[in-house]
T-cell receptor, first 114, second 117 residues
């Protein structure tokens, strides 16, 4: 079984729709992250959470919101999707207690906004 | 401003030869560097890392070199195998003012490595 799972794996939606991407992990890590990947830009940090009560904006948080429902669950929402949010989205976890800065990524969600 | 740059979008090598992937960074606060490998339809997976107190780290066929004065690191794969064909991302982290930034990685754009049989 995968340690970090993401649902859905693929999603096509229309401009203005609300979308939620979900992430669950069984690694027992405290820290969770949302990144997006765009061609030629690499992966960029959207939001991160160091525990259930701690949520922080990353470098490209505009247009996104997150919810940390439990230690194991971290969801990303697009309140009103726009075409330039078409990208590959990755959830990741890390355990600072064991290894510094090593992120474990989920398989990704490919989102297309028409 | 791209703080971590991989200037070669792609690299093609013959099986058995050496693959050298390069990465440059601009932020002098970075003190920990990582390489991730990504196959299609999968998330990136951790490959190897290096702390700024070292200039070399080896793990089997993979070696990462760090040149702090040049703010440059490279990943060497010897010998290259067709299964190494993937996108390779360089990433960096550091401790910023106000506390730790562990886990907050800044990634390069990625280099597509193709190893031909």
């Amino acid at each position: 079984d995968a340690d970090v799972t993401q649902t859905p794996r693929n999603r096509i939606t229309k401009t203005g729709k609300r979308i939620m991407l979900e992430c669950s992990q069984t690694k027992g890590h405290d820290r969770m992250y949302w990144y997006r990947q765009d061609p030629g830009l690499g992966l960029r940090l959207i939001y991160y959470s160091f525990d259930v009560k701690d949520i922080n904006k990353g470098e490209i948080s505009d247009g996104y919101s997150v919810s940390r429902q439990a230690q194991a669950k971290f969801s990303l929402s697009l309140e009103s999707a726009i075409p330039n949010q078409t990208a590959l989205y990755f959830c990741a976890t890390s355990d600072f207690q064991r290894e510094r800065s090593t992120l474990f990524f989920g398989p990704g969600t490919r989102l297309t906004v028409l | 401003d791209q703080q971590v740059k991989q200037n070669s979008p792609s690299l093609s090598v013959q099986e058995g030869r050496i693959s050298i992937l390069n990465c440059d960074y601009t932020n002098s606060m970075f003190d920990y560097f990582l390489w991730y490998k990504k196959y299609p339809a999968e998330g990136p997976t951790f490959l190897i890392s290096i702390s700024s107190i070292k200039d070399k780290n080896e793990d089997g066929r993979f070696t990462v070199f760090l040149n702090k004065s040049a703010k440059h690191l490279s990943l060497h794969i010897v010998p290259s195998q067709p299964g190494d064909s993937a996108v390779y991302f360089c990433a960096a982290s550091g401790v910023y003012a106000g506390g730790t930034s562990y886990g907050k990685l800044t990634f390069g754009q990625g280099t597509i490595l193709t190893v031909h049989p």
